[in-house]
């Protein structure tokens, strides 16, 4: 086995473990420059679509320690749920795309932990949403400061570190869109207002931005 094949060994070796799930390898990229860990992309056998890194540490005396992605996956739903329940409570009818994309999440998060679990002031774990409705939905065509108020500290109230991106846009546009429509054509989407609510790690509340694109 050369030194590729036995590193991509030991990492799958941790993950199969630690989920007790099977994975397959995809990419490895080994410490380099630009890394100081080797990482490997896996994903879970028979969902190439959800491939997700792990990271390979050895410090200076030789031990050997791990980190990985795939918590994001596990809770994705429920944490697009969730915020979608929050959001539509603070503003009304709205679809809500959430992305997880952090490269890896800390350790003791585990398939088990619920989303009050999560949030740790000195832990990396954020997420950023996109929010869109209509001013028939609204009843205008501009968010309210109130509106924007009592969505972040709902979010906040729950703990949820985030970052949203919320647009009125018109009943035909809102008619039409997908995922791939916003992400690729956001300015056609032509929105009368885009404001943005952030939670911190400190769990503050800012609003801000106002007007169009």
Not at 33 to 55: Q, R, S
Request: with cysteine.
């Amino acid at each position: 086995m050369n030194t590729n094949d036995a590193i991509k060994t030991d990492m799958l070796a941790y993950v199969n473990e630690k989920y007790e799930a099977t994975f397959v390898a995809d990419t490895l990229i080994k410490a380099n420059w630009a890394y100081h860990y080797d990482k490997l992309y896996v994903y879970p056998e028979g969902e190439a679509e959800n491939k997700f890194e792990i990271h390979r540490y050895q410090d200076e005396a030789g031990n050997i320690s791990y980190a990985d992605g795939y918590f994001g996956i596990l809770i994705k739903n429920d944490y697009d749920r969730v915020v979608s329940d929050i959001v539509q409570a603070a503003i009304g009818e709205a679809t809500v795309y959430t992305s997880l994309d952090q490269e890896i999440y800390a350790n003791r998060l585990k398939p088990e932990t619920k989303l009050s679990g999560i949030y740790h002031p000195d832990e990396i774990f954020s997420s950023q949403s996109f929010v869109f409705t209509t001013p028939s939905q609204l009843g205008s065509d501009q968010f309210s400061d109130e509106q924007l108020r009592v969505l972040g500290q709902k979010l906040a109230d729950e703990k949820l570190v985030c970052f949203l991106t919320l647009y009125v846009i018109s009943d035909d546009n809102y008619a039409n869109l997908d995922e791939a429509t916003f992400k690729n054509n956001l300015i056609k989407l032509n929105p009368s207002d885009r404001r943005m609510v952030e939670i911190d790690y400190s769990l503050a509340v800012a609003i801000k931005g106002s007007g169009t694109i």
